[in-house]
């Protein structure tokens, strides 16, 4: 018996209206708002300039450390009493860490979003920092860095970022920094970090209905004791795509999978083809629909699946392919991709193909800027990047106007298979040979 299916066509993208965003100065620092009318949850977000970007060289992972810290109590209250206290609002405190910003949030009813603001200042300007503490979440952090390095795959992603962008850069190191980094770190790497990104104001995100809430009152409690001002931001960081091929081997004896990461340098996040990029990654690796998947998973079947796209931080990109395969099928599967991604880049995309990008990636605006939390999310991007506040009003419509030529034209500029750095994480004794034999680049040591 022989089952034929026939995929179904894109649907329409359903419409979404972006809320209106307010920005004002209060307090010392800035606040970004959006108007969410008779919703009763509220989101506040505390947005610092601190991501991972602003660790220095051989600190790697203290922001993470610190974010863990600050659970461990304030100046005022210890561990349990501050917890109960937020426990008491029916809340938690939300910490994230990028290589652009360090966020800490609350979601609330709209009536408990001031005392939710004052315990999540409490917690980032006064943190109690006991040395005691400070090394027990370290230890911790460490700990859980060395589990997950023991699996395939952060191995391989960090020797491909140090390839691409150097390990003597912060930006060519892991974002959370590796298991011998993070135990490196002392109290004070943690208490300096603070003392140099965490008292500065920074921006707070509102997400709510904006006729319950006072922004001003909010301002004045997220930005109390607060100094300093803005900080130099940086440009864009013009990495050169290096010409020529090569594949790195990071020997995993006996290992039974290859774990593949393929990458080179692309452009940062607010880049003027962005919608363009992102919509060719989207055809050639970034759906379950996309031609890598397409040609790996279901017609050669060496993987349960294989993902390549565009991300991109304030100052820097990247293109990038991750994928595991059977040891025997490394060197094939690592020719087909190579060669999906040549044809993209020469070839561009058609139009049946980016229909399906268009409506998918449209349409999943609809459902995904629907939440407060969401909401919130979104107004950090426009801050982060620097982008106007109807961005994400226009971006369904500039999403869905990308016309074949803008997306074959973005394919063809910012894709690099020449310049692909291979890495190979698996039994090196098992596939250098036919690595070799693939004349796909140079096999390194990693």
């Given at each position: 018996m022989t089952l034929i299916a026939t995929r179904p066509g894109p649907g329409a993208a359903r419409a979404y209206r972006f809320p209106q965003v307010v920005r004002r100065s209060a307090a010392g620092g800035q606040v970004v708002a959006a108007h969410?009318?008779?919703?009763?949850?509220?989101?506040?977000?505390?947005?610092l300039d601190a991501g991972a970007g602003r660790e220095p060289v051989g600190k790697e992972g203290v922001g993470a450390v610190l974010a863990k810290a600050l659970e461990e109590g304030t100046a005022q209250r210890d561990a349990t009493a501050y917890a109960?206290?937020?426990?008491?609002?029916?809340?938690?405190?939300?910490?994230?860490?990028?290589?652009?910003?360090?966020?800490?949030?609350?979601?609330?009813?709209?009536?408990?979003?001031?005392?939710?603001?004052?315990?999540?200042?409490?917690?980032?300007?006064?943190?109690?920092?006991?040395?005691?503490?400070?090394?027990?979440?370290?230890?911790?952090?460490?700990?859980?860095?060395?589990?997950?390095?023991?699996?395939?795959?952060?191995?391989?992603?960090?020797?491909?970022?140090?390839?691409?962008?150097?390990?003597?850069?912060?930006?060519?190191?892991?974002?959370?920094?590796?298991p011998d980094s993070v135990a490196a770190l002392d109290v004070d790497d943690v208490t300096v970090f603070h003392s140099e990104w965490f008292i500065r104001p920074g921006t707070l995100v509102v997400a709510g209905d904006l006729d319950r809430i006072d922004l001003d009152a909010l301002a004045s409690v997220a930005f109390a004791g607060t100094a300093g001002?803005?900080?130099?931001?940086?440009?864009?960081?013009?990495?050169?795509?290096?010409?020529?091929?090569?594949?790195?081997?990071?020997?995993?004896?006996?290992?039974?999978?290859?774990?593949?990461?393929?990458?080179?340098?692309?452009?940062?996040?607010?880049?003027?083809?962005?919608?363009?990029?992102?919509?060719?990654?989207?055809?050639?690796?970034?759906?379950?629909?996309?031609?890598?998947?397409?040609?790996?998973?279901?017609?050669?079947?060496?993987?349960?699946?294989?993902?390549?796209?565009?991300?991109?931080?304030?100052?820097?990109?990247?293109?990038?392919?991750?994928?595991?395969?059977?040891?025997?099928?490394?060197?094939?599967?690592?020719?087909?991709?190579?060669?999906?991604?040549?044809?993209?880049?020469?070839g561009g995309v058609t139009e049946d193909e980016l229909a399906v990008a268009r409506s998918w990636r449209a349409g999943q605006l609809s459902v995904e800027l629907q939440s407060p939390r969401a909401i919130a999310s979104a107004l950090t991007t426009l801050v982060v990047h620097d982008l106007p506040d109807d961005y994400h009003a226009r971006l369904r419509e500039e999403l869905l106007a990308a016309d074949v030529e803008q997306v074959s034209a973005a394919a063809a500029t910012h894709l690099h298979p020449e310049a692909l750095t291979l890495v190979v994480e698996g039994d090196a004794a098992a596939i250098r040979d036919d690595l070799t034999a693939a004349g796909l680049g140079e096999v390194l040591a990693g």
């Open positions: 969410l009318p008779g919703q009763n949850l509220a989101v506040a977000l505390l947005l109960l206290a937020v426990e008491g609002l029916g809340t938690e405190l939300v910490t994230g860490l990028d290589w652009d910003s360090f966020q800490v949030s609350v979601q609330v009813p709209v009536d408990r979003l001031t005392a939710a603001v004052e315990l999540l200042a409490e917690a980032v300007r006064t943190p109690r920092l006991d040395p005691a503490d400070v090394r027990r979440v370290r230890d911790d952090e460490a700990t859980a860095l060395r589990m997950d390095w023991a699996n395939p795959g952060p191995r391989a992603d960090a020797v491909l970022r140090a390839d691409l962008y150097g390990a003597g850069n912060r930006w060519g190191r892991p974002m959370y920094g590796d001002g803005a900080v130099e931001r940086g440009a864009p960081i013009e990495v050169q795509v290096r010409p020529g091929r090569r594949i790195i081997l990071v020997d995993r004896p006996g290992s039974v999978q290859s774990t593949l990461r393929l990458g080179h340098p692309a452009p940062y996040r607010a880049h003027p083809d962005h919608v363009p990029m992102t919509l060719a990654g989207t055809v050639l690796g970034g759906a379950f629909t996309s031609r890598l998947n397409h040609l790996i998973r279901e017609v050669r079947g060496y993987t349960y699946g294989i993902r390549g796209d565009f991300g991109s931080s304030r100052r820097f990109g990247r293109f990038a392919v991750s994928s595991g395969v059977q040891t025997a099928v490394t060197a094939p599967a690592l020719v087909e991709a190579v060669g999906e991604i040549t044809r993209t880049q020469a």
